[in-house]
């Protein structure tokens, strides 16, 4: 018998906790490894994940750089999420 029957995730969770599986690590903080933590931790809100990327981890809309160039707007503008939240 589970223990949280109600939310499949949790049980999966914990039952991967219980294993105590190695971390999710992710290659980069690009949209497409935002995507994959944001996606893996809706499954599994407990299996620790490193993100291993060469800036900060930041993320923002890349395809809207062109635009924020002709603005001039600072980098500090752009982040739409933290890498530190």
Do not use: C
Request: charged content about 20%; overall charge positive; cysteine-free.
């Amino acid at each position: 018998m589970s223990a949280h029957p109600a939310n499949p995730s949790l049980t999966t969770a914990t039952a991967r906790q219980r294993r105590r599986l190695p971390p999710l690590v992710v290659i980069g903080a690009g949209l497409a490894g935002w995507a994959t933590v944001r996606e893996f931790r809706k499954r599994d809100p407990l299996t620790p994940v490193i993100v291993v990327t060469a800036d900060r981890g930041d993320l923002y809309a890349k395809p809207g750089l062109s635009n924020a160039l002709a603005q001039q707007r600072t980098p500090q503008q752009l982040v739409s999420t933290s890498a530190a939240s």
